[in-house]
């Protein structure tokens, strides 16, 4: 007997909690809306509760953040909205038939990711939540092109192209015109946002045009490229007219030199002919004819002293 009025009871327990359960509900797990646009986040709940009491609340947060942005109390219709959403959210309807669904007008990029709506009663505890997630899709924005390189002949370059904005991911294609403006093959190597152009030459001088494109729009960018001959370093160049210089000046110095050399030997052989084996005249000169005479005078004199005039006295006459 008192076995089966512990069942009876605890099928009326069950009854009772299935009755006064609360649920919440979001009916689409996954929303897509274009950046722009305006964009209504359904979520509802069920509870045997009939009149709110003080205290019960509804409220949306963004996850992981946890961060709460709009709240309302249900038996006043109080409601609270952040700063960084004011003008932007509201509650879509009367939150009083059990729908807490929220419009979010102006999406922006940052709205992308995972919402929480939750209800708390205080007469159907515990507070109970629901998530879904928001997917902003936006346009690729204008590309980025850029070249990476030197554009001189035989060098290989990359030609850059990337979109800062775009969800879905956008894919990137290239096409390649000629200086005439006529579409032509596209020569390189194509990876996801670069073209790789390799050992360039004048052929692929020209317009290359990337297209950024995903399921809400596309966007374009255009690069032209100008392949022109090397250029020369001036420091290196001066430095090669500097060195020529030098080994020019050092060449005429020992060719100079050399020459100089060579004429001193031709002198002294040209010598060593003309006077053979003898060995050169020296001529003795003797003294002047004036010296002679006058040695001869001298000479004369030793040997003939002057004597002094005999005076001769006349005769008495």
Not at 10 to 25: D, K, Y
Not at 36 to 54: M, Q
Not at 112 to 133: A, F, I, Q
Request: aromatic share 6%; charged share 20%.
């Amino acid at each position: 007997m008192m076995a089966n009025k512990e069942v009876t009871w605890f099928i009326l327990s069950a009854v009772v909690a299935a009755v006064h359960a609360l649920s919440v509900n979001t009916p689409q797990k996954q929303v897509h809306v274009k950046k722009g646009d305006n964009i209504t986040l359904p979520c509802t709940y069920e509870s045997s509760v009939v009149t709110p009491a003080k205290g019960d609340i509804v409220a949306w947060m963004k996850m992981p953040e946890e961060a709460e942005f709009i709240n309302r109390y249900l038996d006043d219709g109080g409601t609270w909205i952040s700063d960084a959403y004011k003008g932007r959210v509201n509650f879509s309807s009367n939150t009083n038939n059990h729908d807490i669904s929220i419009i979010l007008s102006q999406v922006i990029l940052n709205d992308n990711g995972t919402y929480e709506c939750s209800v708390r009663l205080r007469d159907d505890p515990p507070l109970t939540h629901s998530t879904m997630e928001l997917l902003v899709l936006v346009s690729p924005s204008k590309p980025d092109c850029k070249i990476i390189g030197t554009t001189e002949y035989g060098q290989n370059i990359n030609l850059t192209c990337n979109s800062i904005e775009g969800f879905p991911k956008p894919e990137y294609s290239w096409q390649s015109y000629n200086p005439e403006n006529k579409q032509r093959a596209l020569v390189g190597t194509v990876m996801p946002g670069v073209l790789m152009l390799k050992n360039i030459s004048i052929d692929n001088t020209g317009y290359y045009i990337c297209l950024a494109k995903n399921s809400i729009g596309e966007s374009s960018c255009n690069i032209t490229v100008n392949v022109t001959p090397p250029s020369m370093n001036f420091a290196l160049l001066g430095g090669v007219v500097g060195g020529l210089v030098a080994v020019v000046i050092i060449i005429a110095i020992v060719a100079y030199c050399c020459c100089c050399r060579n004429g001193k030997e031709k002198d002294y052989e040209m010598t060593e002919t003309e006077n053979g084996d003898h060995p050169p005249e020296v001529k003795i000169r003797g003294p002047a004819e004036e010296e002679i005479q006058d040695e001869e005078e001298e000479e004369e004199d030793r040997h003939h002293p002057v004597r002094p005039p005999i005076s001769r006295v006349s005769p008495e006459v």
